[in-house]
């Protein structure tokens, strides 16, 4: 199987052959890939070099010349490093684009903690008017970078080597009930590559599970629709990055229903041995075993009774 940065390689590469319109924007970072797209569309193929901020005020104004430009490198290169020209050159201009990044979180340890970007969508979030996407599958990053691509809005692809082992039918529009616990069960919602350590964790456990991909804005319909009913919920985040992240959002929600909220995610604390992914998963509890000592424990069961 391809990964998604693949996918949107090629995806892109594709569709820059049929929409005049679309430009992609490359910081040397993924220069390789697009190669045979910049030999045939060499104005709407630009590498600016090891220039993150110039990469997004590049964008802008391609944006501003009525382009719609795909902007992409990791993801500490294109939210953090160069978020003064995130927030001015797009945001402040009225100007609109797609980022689209790699190595989420902690995709390449090896790199260190300038490759690592658990922050992005929190500092984002410090924006206004940003749709985000967290496919959980290549098959998913494809159907959601189409969507990205023909909409005047900005937009955030957060692609990651993490997978999950199945796509499933994602919408930009919402949610996906994935299953239905009872009415006391727990309500979780699980973020992109996170869904199969979800499933997983939850194997045997009461629990209503709603799958999310596009994070911005956040499904306040789909999680209210899940606790109707209900006099107090109980809510369990399982998102790939900051942990916390959707905790407001969650609140927002429910303003009027009483609720417990376990916000699940990558920790604030610094891992400085890096070692690999799968390592960084189960350090932040974010492996199916992790995943489920920390639910049933906040559901009032304890694994051993499962």
Do not use: C
């Not at 996906?176 to 350590?197: F, K, N, Y």
Request: charged letters at 20%; aromatic letters at 6%.
């Amino acid at each position: 199987m391809d990964t998604m940065r693949e996918r949107f390689t090629a995806v892109t590469s594709h569709l820059l052959d049929e929409d005049p319109r679309l430009a992609v924007v490359l910081a040397e970072i993924g220069a390789d890939g697009f190669r045979d797209a910049a030999a045939r569309h060499p104005d709407r193929v630009v590498n600016v070099g090891i220039r993150e901020q110039l990469l997004v005020g590049v964008g802008g104004g391609l944006a501003l010349t009525g382009m719609r430009p795909v902007m992409h490198t990791f993801a500490s290169f294109l939210v953090e490093r160069p978020f003064e020209q995130v927030k001015l050159d797009l945001g402040h201009q009225g100007a609109a684009g797609v980022l689209v990044s790699a190595n989420a979180s902690y995709d390449w340890p090896a790199g260190g903690f300038t490759h690592m970007s658990p922050g992005d969508v929190a500092l984002l979030d410090t924006l206004e008017g940003w749709t985000v996407h967290v496919p959980g599958h290549p098959d998913e990053a494809e159907t959601l970078l189409r969507h990205a691509y023909r909409t005047d809005e900005r937009v955030y692809v957060r692609l990651s080597l993490q997978s999950n082992g199945t796509p499933r039918p994602v919408s930009p529009d919402g949610f996906l009930t994935l299953r239905r616990g009872s009415a006391q069960a727990p309500v979780v919602v699980a973020v992109g590559p996170l869904l199969d350590a979800t499933v997983a964790a939850l194997a045997g456990v009461d629990a209503t599970v709603l799958y999310a991909t596009t994070v911005r804005p956040f499904d306040h319909r789909a999680l209210r629709a899940a606790v109707a009913g209900r006099t107090a919920a109980d809510v369990v985040l399982v998102e790939p990055y900051l942990r916390g992240t959707s905790s407001a959002a969650v609140a927002e929600a429910l303003h009027d229903t009483p609720h417990r909220l376990l916000a699940l995610g990558t920790a604030r604390e610094e891992l400085r041995r890096y070692g690999q992914p799968a390592d960084h998963l189960r350090a932040h509890g974010l492996d199916a075993a992790g995943l489920r000592k920390s639910i049933t424990a906040f559901a009032g069961r304890s694994p051993a009774a499962d």
